[in-house]
């Protein structure tokens, strides 16, 4: 028993590693490992990250669903409530234009050399998130449980097939990317 | 194979490419790329070290689990994959204070290294606060239509754009 958990969880975390790199990889050929491409973004002069981002979720969303169909996967839905999910995204935003990058990428802009990164901004995610860890019991029943929706997804709010919500989903995002492309963006 | 060497792929190519990643995320792993949780294990695993086990006992970390897992292996993934791309296009470099950052309010080490904890310290406490990041609820909660993902990552974006606007038109 003992031997098979240790190899389970060795190939977890072997998977874990081959996807990281995969997606580091990725996110270093696209440029979003780096601060000016970031910050460009913000500043709405250079759509790079945004075209990354609705090109992964387009891709994404139709496998998933697809893979879902078949029943050869489950959906892994956070639970959310507007004090936590517009308060919480509007205080990430402000630190995403202040660091100028998000966990993920600056785990990128790690691997890319930049010591920005690596001396102030790591840290600072690591004292952040700290930070928060200390003041949850506070916040747990108060804002952040403030107009919960809990495990909501378009179609169970709509109340119809998953196709119904990522085909015009799709057909959006394709068009929104088509249009940035025609205004040179 | 030229093209591994080139220093910029179409973000198309990048998108399309994660977005399969994802597929494999889910179908082998059963989870969806996301980044930010590793970092509060990170936090709380590095005040057990100072202050003892005792801290396993604070509510967060209760719901979270102070163990590196999946998610901490898939982050040190980021950076060995970043760092052999930047090596085989010869991106890579050790550098203080990028360029855009250089230009606008100088090419000082500390000043951007202050800035940059700031804004670590924001980013890492809102993103526990809205429970993901730019991966977590941006790629993968918006793909798997979650409309926590998708109020998170407009706020993501609304915010970021005020913020920025703030320092490179208003401060600079």
């Known amino acids: 028993m003992m031997t098979k958990k240790t190899q389970t969880s060795v190939s977890t975390l072997g998977t874990g590693l081959l996807f990281g790199i995969v997606f580091g990889f990725l996110l270093q050929k696209g440029g979003a490992t780096k601060y000016d491409v970031i910050i460009a973004q913000l500043l709405l002069s250079d759509f790079t990250v945004l075209k990354i981002m609705l090109s992964a979720v387009v891709t994404g969303m139709i496998g998933i669903h697809a893979l879902k169909a078949m029943g050869w996967i489950e959906l892994s839905i956070k639970s959310g409530s507007l004090g936590k999910n517009i308060v919480g995204g509007l205080i990430f935003g402000v630190g995403f234009a202040v660091l100028g990058y998000c966990p993920g990428t600056i785990a990128g802009a790690v691997g890319n050399g930049y010591l920005d990164a690596i001396v102030g901004g790591l840290v600072g995610i690591v004292i952040g998130s700290g930070l928060f860890a200390a003041l949850y019991p506070k916040l747990k029943s108060g804002i952040l449980a403030k107009g919960d929706f809990g495990e909501l997804t378009f179609p169970k709010l709509f109340k119809v097939n998953d196709w119904l919500v990522v085909i015009p989903a799709v057909a959006v995002i394709v068009l929104l990317l088509v249009w940035l492309e025609s205004k040179g963006l | ?172």
């Open chain 2, 1 to 172: 194979m030229d093209y591994f060497t080139e220093v910029r792929w179409s973000p198309y190519v990048v998108g399309i490419g994660i977005g399969v990643l994802s597929w494999f995320t889910f179908y082998f792993s059963k989870k969806p790329i996301a980044c930010s949780t590793t970092f509060a294990r990170a936090s709380g695993i590095a005040e057990r070290l100072l202050r003892g086990p005792q801290v396993e006992q604070r509510p967060y970390y209760q719901k979270i689990k102070l163990s590196w897992g999946w998610q901490g292996m898939l982050v040190t993934g980021i950076v060995l994959g970043a760092l052999f791309s930047a090596l085989l296009s010869g991106d890579f470099r050790w550098q203080w204070v990028p360029d855009l950052w250089a230009t606008t309010f100088g090419s000082s080490p500390l000043l951007r290294i202050l800035v940059a904890l700031l804004g670590g310290i924001i980013l890492g406490f809102g993103a526990r606060w809205s429970d993901g990041c730019t991966s977590g609820h941006g790629i993968s909660g918006t793909l798997q239509l979650a409309v926590s993902s998708w109020v998170s990552v407009v706020c993501f974006f609304v915010g970021g754009v005020l913020a920025a606007q703030i320092i490179f038109r208003v401060i600079a």
